[in-house]
């Protein structure tokens, strides 16, 4: 049967009003699996990093940070998945401009106290890696330390952007090969992926990548890990 054109024009009309139902349907779906994911995760560590006392983790500055940071010059850095501030407390001290986010409410709260204890200036936004705006040109460094491996669509793109010429990336995460060893086969990230992220992404110089045995900042025990260093070209 072949439509007439005002039949066809009326037809088209409901597919595309059905379309954009549908789509919203699943936009709004989306939405709500990311709002309850973020939630599990505001949860998760404001319960280790705040109310856990028994929660292992390192209390002091990452060493690769340390390590980096004190090479350079202050400026204005960044930390990613900053939870209670240790990172971004040592740089503040060193004399850096800082900002940091997170999605634990209670941890950002418990650095801004520290930071007011000690007349330290320290932005924090309660925000995920996927929403926070991470700017054009605006750091000198930016710190991604157990934070994950980077899957997150776009991102290294958006660090590049993000960093000044000639800033520093400094990552540090678990090797897929310590996941292994936990039980966790889907955990930490697999060999060499990161640097290719990186590599493939060019507008970077690789300064330092090492995947070896380490004391683990969560936990503190000996762990494979993946470290890194990168420069913006």
């Not at 939405?31 to 309850?36: I, L, Q, R």
């Not at 939630?39 to 998760?44: G, H, K, L, P, T």
């Not at 290719?196 to 004391?215: N, S, T």
Request: a negative charge.
């Amino acid at each position: 049967m072949q439509l007439k054109p005002d039949n066809m024009k009326n037809y088209l009309q409901k597919l595309i009003v059905l379309f954009l139902f549908a789509s919203a349907s699943a936009f709004a779906q989306i939405d709500e699996e990311t709002k309850a994911r973020n939630e599990r995760i505001r949860q998760r560590w404001n319960r280790s990093l705040v109310d856990n006392q028994n929660y292992i983790f390192n209390k002091d500055a990452n060493n690769l940070l340390a390590q980096t940071a004190s090479s350079i010059n202050p400026g204005s850095a960044l930390c990613v998945a900053m939870g209670q501030g240790r990172n971004a407390l040592y740089l503040a001290k060193k004399g850096w401009v800082v900002s940091g986010f997170d999605l634990a409410d209670e941890a950002l709260a418990y650095a801004q106290k520290e930071a007011k204890q000690n007349n330290l200036s320290l932005h924090t936004e309660i925000a995920s890696f996927d929403t926070y705006s991470y700017g054009s040109s605006k750091w000198d460094l930016i710190t991604w330390l157990y934070g994950g491996c980077l899957q997150i669509e776009g991102i290294v793109p958006k660090l590049r952007e993000a960093l000044v010429p000639g800033g520093l990336f400094v990552f540090e995460f678990f090797h897929r090969d310590a996941g292994v060893e936990m039980g966790r086969s889907d955990f930490g990230c697999e060999e060499n992926s990161i640097k290719q992220m990186f590599e493939e992404a060019g507008g970077f110089q690789v300064l330092l990548y090492e995947e070896k045995e380490g004391i683990a900042d969560y936990g503190m025990k000996p762990n494979k890990l993946i470290y890194m260093v990168v420069s913006k070209l």
